[in-house]
């Protein structure tokens, strides 16, 4: 018998209705076969970003639609390829990541930096500082926060960080084992997990729902000392390597495109709820983590962007290094 507030968690979790109208993965019949150019005067380094732009709104004169740039990408060999992979813009490595040195035993990686300019700030923890970075998404800013995967002396900071940004949704890509990861949630019904000790954030486990046997979809209760509760979705998907790709690539964009529409969900809930504001602008991150926050966490994160980038393009004209 499952009781009114289990009932009411496990109702959260939908998965959208796959059609043939129009989405970015049933495209590839309609793509013609005439010629074009394969190469082109552009390069994705020639555009200067300004704080606030985004790339996909820098259209210049060699625009085209999404299919002009699948037949352009179709005819072109290797080596074309890897010449326009070096091209697209990088991040300058001398940006500052001072904070990230000034907390060494708080980073599980030496070599994976987390830059000032764009980290999250915590301020109500034990100190401000946290291994996870805001990052945009399609025409959408703070869309998802990246984190490494917690460590026992960080597992404090990653619950004042999520109640901080009123996320909804935990996306993790790496098995809570215990070991490479530590369990900052509890793993069975019913369990409890309390932490904290400048603040208390208690975890209620309200069930599992096992999807398409690729992740499990967990419903939790989470309150900090004596706030009301807010209800947090957990994704844990499991048939992603460490060293590797997923088993089957089209769970992942099924996956993707669950995050999304479970996203909107619960955000809906949070404003009938009062805890998440209705004023436009008001972000909800969702907080996405493996164990070092920057492989598969980015690449999800990457297609989770091209897909909507590939959606919104279609049929309409673009620089193709917006695409």
Known sequence: MMSSTNAEAAAVLKTPQKDDSGSSSDRSDRVRSSPVAPGGPWSPAKFILAPGEYLHDCNGKDEMTLETFARRLSAMNVYRVFFDYTTVIAKDQKDAA?????????????????????????????????????????????????????????????????????TVMIVCLTPLDGVHCYRYMPTQSGGKLTIGTKNQYNIVHMGTTHVRDTYDATHLMVCKNNEPARKILHLCFYTWPDKGTPLRPTELLYFIADINYNRDLLVKDAIQKGWLSSVPGTTAPILVHCLAGVGRSGALVTIDICCRKLDHTHGTRAAPSAM
């Open 98 to 166: 001072i904070t990230f040195e000034k907390y060494p035993n708080e980073n599980r990686y030496r070599d994976i930096r987390c830059l000032d300019n764009t980290r999250v700030n915590i301020q109500d923890g034990a100190h401000a500082y946290i291994h996870a970075n805001y990052v945009d998404g399609f025409r959408e800013s703070k869309k998802f926060i990246l984190a490494q995967a917690p460590l026992e002396q960080t597992v404090e900071q990653f619950w004042s960080m999520i109640w901080q940004e009123k």
